[in-house]
């Protein structure tokens, strides 16, 4: 008899264990970040790196002998007007890239022949612009969904241009300026005064100088 009411109690009592429900396992969908609307003003620090260095003179391209250039950019010190959304505005971005790009072949003639070279920042052919695929994750204020930039930027310092999605949609702008250093280096090389000798392996944007403007005009 003690048997058979064991086997009764436990008959009962395992159904509602099935039933009971465990603290915890549900949990919570996220709602995803909101799209940022107006325009952020940052400033640009970071530089460029070429591969081979540039040289007064082209290197002779061809198809094993490209010339590449790594960008990195960080963005430091923004700042937007109150009629941005959401609020507060980002302060900063952490910057990631597509990938490596290829700055353009320069023209060089050879014995009655026009020939691609790589590298030479001497030559008045020579062009520095790149384009570059760019997402910026914003930090600093209220949390908003990333922004896809696709620029066009002039490596050796000058302008940025572009077009801005997801967060802060709109037209990109700004200047990017070589600092003292990275400047002194350029002209020595690249401009006639040390025509021929030496080369550059990298160049480096002054964040003091160098902005960036993403977004629409806010109203």
């Known amino acids: 008899m003690n048997g058979r009411k064991l086997v009764l109690i436990v008959a009962l009592v395992l159904p509602s264990v099935a039933l009971m429900a465990i603290p915890g396992s549900a949990s919570a969908s996220r709602a995803p970040a909101p799209t940022g609307t107006g325009t952020l003003t940052c400033s640009v620090e970071g ?25 990195g950019l960080q963005l430091t010190g923004c700042s937007g007007p109150d009629s941005n959304t959401p609020q507060p ?10 990938g490596q790009t290829h700055l353009k072949y320069t023209k060089v003639e050879f014995m009655g022949h026009i020939m691609n070279g790589v590298g030479g ?10 384009h570059i695929g760019v997402d910026e994750r914003w930090m600093g204020g209220s949390p908003v969904s990333k922004t ?49 000798n030496g080369s550059i392996g990298g160049l480096e944007f002054d964040p003091s100088t160098s902005t960036i403007t993403i977004g629409e005009s806010a109203p």
């Open 148 to 196: 896809h930039t696709g620029l066009e930027v002039e490596t050796t310092g000058g302008f940025v241009s572009g077009h801005s999605f997801g967060s802060y949609p709109g037209a990109v702008s700004g200047t990017l300026n070589l600092t003292a250093d990275s400047a002194d280096q350029y002209n020595s090389v690249c401009n006639g005064s040390g025509e021929g």
């Open 89 to 98: 505005n980002p302060t900063a971005a952490t910057v990631s890239f597509d």
């Open 121 to 130: 920042c001497g030559y008045s052919n020579f062009d520095p612009d790149v």
């Open 47 to 71: 530089g460029v790196s070429f591969h081979p260095a540039l040289t007064y003179y082209p290197y002779p391209g061809g198809d094993r002998l490209r010339q590449v250039a790594e960008v």
